[in-house]
């Protein structure tokens, strides 16, 4: 399925290698990217594609990942982007 | 390519992480007529095992939709048609209330709606067994739900039906007296009750119901009183509306989503999706607080009621859009138990009995998970079950009574529930007499704005 990852927190170095090498190793194909900081926080969204990765196990990952590096980490089917955003 | 901005994707985002946003019931409204048997016991085992094998995968299919969309799916209900009507020949009502419960229980779901009888304008020898019936049922069961419609616009009051209630309402609360009544929880009175409420603990199949249909429940208080707390509070009325609508768009159309996902993955019809706000007893997942955010110090101040009224229309405009096929209650719930600055109000003194049957006027539904001195006498609860309907009838639209008669608490205890129940501080009652009034029986006529064709 296709997914949004978004990641939020304080800005610091390595998050987006962090979290792009645990997705490669999952078998996520990232199709796009963005990256925001405003003031000291950092935003990055990602469009990917799930291939035959879990989401639950994905999410659960992201939540420990996130942890570990002090940032919010959620996995949100693009589908409840569209219905909420697009009429 | 990402389709959206990033402001879009960090709202979701935020709505579904920090704000509360889930969906709050998946019901899978059951047609029973097809397992009426020549005897209870043939009929109990119909009704088991066309719940068992129709909704056996309601809680795992649930568990994927949520884990799919990552939005939480609180519970997971069946509705079946009022039970007073399948064992019309038979009786045996206990009987289908323990299959009822033995189903509910072996499917894994939280609450099955449905001992049920509609009887707004008459009532049958066995529909009065059967409202008898209720108490002991309700106590007997966990996961059962009752609810009994005793008046509608078209039709006037069964003011028989009224008095009937109030004396049943009393055994209920008596017989779980050790759960702090909480059988009542689990017990409505109606007027103009609806066909396709997915919510408990009044949800039934209407006889118009198709044979499997899915009905869903949005909720998201928390969503909207945050997004007016960003609009700040020098935003005119205006645009508090026109905030509140643009939220309840988005809730809904998240309920759309998974209301058509899970019809289609049951293989049932998708029936409607109700556009309730429920709150829980969770802090920000309060109707009070949006009142709050409006401008009031306090829920039951004066000005509740009008900011009540902005709440639930705007609520309706938004979603009605949003989804293809909106009923059921469709309006907000003020349930004081479930809510906890409704709780915190009414422990304050600022939110009284009298002020929330105003405000049930103008939102739906009723007087709702409201506990009350364990003495108030079976009249007075059936007064205040008449006074409702009256709202409902004349004003066309859905009223309820859920009401807990605490044994043996007076005014300023508390009541526990737990879960989503919550705790009921016990509220005083107006003290005077309506017995006589109850006595009388009889009918309340219909209103002449029934008269419409």
Request: contains cysteine.
């Amino acid at each position: 399925m296709k997914a949004v990852v978004t990641v939020v927190g304080k800005d610091k170095s390595g998050i987006i290698a962090k979290v792009t090498a645990y997705l490669a190793e999952a078998g996520v194909n990232v199709e796009d990217i963005s990256q925001t900081v405003l003031q000291d926080y950092f935003a990055m969204i990602m469009l990917v594609d799930t291939g035959k990765a879990s989401v639950t196990d994905l999410r659960k990952d992201a939540e420990r990942l996130g942890k570990e590096a002090g940032v919010d980490i959620s996995i949100q089917h693009e589908d409840i982007f569209t219905a909420m955003h697009r009429i | 390519m990402i389709n959206f901005n990033k402001n879009e994707i960090l709202e979701t985002v935020r709505m579904i992480e920090n704000e509360n946003l889930d969906v709050r019931t998946i019901t899978m409204a059951l047609s029973l007529f097809d397992c009426i048997g020549r005897t209870a016991d043939e009929t109990a085992e119909l009704v088991y095992k066309k719940i068992v094998s129709r909704a056996g995968k309601l809680v795992s299919v649930g568990g994927d939709i949520a884990a799919q969309y990552g939005v939480p799916i609180v519970n997971k209900r069946v509705s079946v048609t009022p039970v007073s009507l399948i064992c019309a020949k038979t009786g045996g009502y206990g009987k289908i209330a323990a299959a009822l419960d033995k189903a509910a229980a072996e499917i894994g779901i939280d609450f099955i709606g449905g001992y049920s009888a509609l009887v707004h304008k008459g009532m049958t020898k066995y529909e009065r067994e059967f409202i008898d019936s209720i108490p002991e049922a309700i106590a007997a069961t966990e996961k059962v739900c009752s609810s009994v419609n005793v008046g509608s616009t078209r039709s006037g009051i069964n003011m028989d039906a009224v008095k009937l209630m109030g004396e049943r309402i009393k055994d209920l609360s008596l017989l779980t007296a050790q759960s702090g009544g909480m059988g009542c929880a689990k017990l409505v009175v109606f007027c103009n009750a609806v066909e396709d409420n997915p919510f408990m603990a009044g949800a039934f199949t209407g006889v118009g119901e198709g044979d499997a249909v899915i009905n869903v429940g949005v909720s998201g208080p928390g969503v909207v009183s945050c997004a007016l707390k960003k609009l700040g509070k020098s935003a005119d009325l205006l645009a508090v509306a026109e905030e509140i609508k643009r939220t309840a768009f988005k809730i809904t159309r998240v309920g759309q989503l998974v209301a058509v996902e899970a019809a289609k993955r049951l293989e049932a019809e998708f029936g409607i999706v109700d556009l309730s706000l429920a709150p829980t007893p969770k802090v920000g997942d309060s109707v009070a607080q949006i009142l709050e955010e409006m401008g009031l110090e306090s829920v039951g101040a004066a000005g509740t009621t009008a900011c009540l009224a902005i709440l639930n229309d705007a609520v309706k405009k938004g979603g009605v859009m949003a989804s293809s096929s909106v009923g059921g209650l469709s309006g907000a719930f003020i349930p004081v138990s479930e809510d906890a600055g409704m709780i915190r109000a009414v422990r304050n003194g600022a939110l009284t009995l009298e002020k929330l049957e105003a405000m049930t006027c103008v939102c739906s539904v009723g007087l709702d998970m409201i506990a009350v001195p364990g003495d108030t006498p079976a009249s007075v609860l059936s007064a205040v079950i008449a006074d409702e309907c009256a709202i409902g009838m004349i004003n066309n639209k859905t009223t309820a009574v859920r009401i807990i008669p605490a044994p043996g608490k007076k005014v300023g205890d508390e009541v526990e529930f737990g879960g989503l129940l919550g705790t009921a501080p016990v509220m005083p009652v107006n003290k005077y007499s309506a017995a006589d009034f109850i006595n009388r029986g009889g009918r309340v006529p219909a209103p002449v704005h029934s008269l419409k064709n």
